[in-house]
């Protein structure tokens, strides 16, 4: 298709027009989820610039190139019956915050509210109070959002894997990845990485910014594609009987699992952590004592040869005192001697 029909087929997208109907579903929510500053918000402009074909304008709030600013879940109505979703992002890819993205992905989180950081018991309260605000009529699409500039770390493919494993088990959709900022890494090495890691279907953008907002036509038609890719995914899922109620009921189950078994394993290491701590604080204890028995053995043995050294000292005090006395002796009796023989010489005369 050129840009017109892709565009003529985006706009004129419905549900009511799917082989089996709607089947309850109204419009596609694309949810843009990742990390924090990887030109989700950029992305979203650049969309909206494309689809609107109008002047450029910072619908999106984004902040450069650092990002990392949307602390809200953000819809941008592209049509009647397609919105993008623009979530807020997580700081790691640790469990505790997975949660948060993973009931913002599932659409159990209400759309424009703030999301605020949670995990365990109060994530679950949130969840609740919205039932009733969030819609099962909409068709939850996942598009994860990686900035080719931030690179992928070894440890981070692990984490990576499980975040979208798990977002294709919530959803039932396999992600589609947007790589933004193409231009500034190895945009070849890292769509080795998550074609190793199972991705399907990938795009790269050079975002339209408030800096650098000329239309290309590759560009364009770049958006373009990835809109009708979404649409072509649903319209081929939605060939099949589906229940929007049951599903989300199904993503509710699965995100409160989710967050059970992080509970768990928070706990899990808060004992570990625990006991780790208990065994420090054991073996410095033991170590101290080792150091107290050693210092006071060391002190014994400079008391015992302190005694030793003072006992040698004074037996030599005493065998100076017994010599000097006998030599004293000697003398005396040596004098006596002397005086003998004087007087037996004086005698003879």
Not at 70 to 79: A, F
Not at 98 to 106: E, K, T, W
Not at 200 to 212: M, P, V
Request: aromatic residues 8%.
């Amino acid at each position: 298709m050129d840009s017109d029909e892709m565009r003529h087929f985006t706009k004129n997208f419905s549900f009511d027009k799917c082989k089996k109907g709607n089947q309850g579903f109204n419009r596609i929510l694309i949810q843009l989820f990742g990390l924090l500053g990887n030109g989700k918000s950029s992305f979203i402009n650049t969309c909206i610039y494309v689809w609107k074909d109008c002047e450029f304008e910072n619908w999106a709030k984004a902040r450069g190139e650092d990002g990392g600013s949307t602390t809200d879940r953000i819809p941008y109505e592209l049509t009647e019956n397609l919105t993008l979703v623009d979530n807020r992002g997580c700081r790691t890819l640790e469990d505790k915050e997975s949660g948060v993205i993973f009931a913002q992905l599932g659409n159990l989180l209400p759309i424009d509210t703030r999301v605020e950081w949670g995990e365990g018991f109060g994530l679950t309260e949130k969840m609740v109070r919205a039932e009733k605000l969030v819609k099962t009529s909409d068709f939850v699409f996942p598009v994860f959002v990686h900035s080719v500039r931030k690179g992928i770390t070894k440890e981070e493919r692990g984490e990576l894997e499980a975040l979208l494993n798990s977002a294709m088990t919530l959803t039932g959709v396999v992600p589609i990845v947007v790589l933004t900022h193409k231009t500034a890494g190895s945009l070849t090495e890292t769509e080795g990485i998550f074609r190793d890691l199972g991705v399907e279907r990938i795009f790269s953008f050079e975002n339209y910014t408030s800096e650098d907002h000329m239309k290309t036509r590759g560009k364009h038609e770049e958006v373009l594609k990835f809109l009708c890719e979404v649409i072509k995914d649903v319209q081929f899922r939605v060939e099949q009987p589906r229940d929007p109620s049951e599903e989300m009921k199904t993503r509710r189950k699965f995100v409160l699992k989710y967050i059970h078994e992080c509970d768990i394993k928070e706990q899990q290491r808060k004992v570990e952590s625990k006991k780790a701590l208990d065994q420090s604080l054991q073996e410095k204890r033991h170590k101290q004592q080792e150091e107290e028995m050693k210092k006071q053995r060391q002190k014994e043995q400079r008391e015992q040869e302190e005694e030793f050294r003072r006992h040698q000292q004074e037996l030599q005090w005493e065998r100076d005192r017994d010599r000097a006395r006998q030599e004293e002796e000697m003398r005396a009796q040596k004098e006596r001697q002397e005086k003998k023989k004087k007087k037996k010489f004086l005698g003879l005369f």
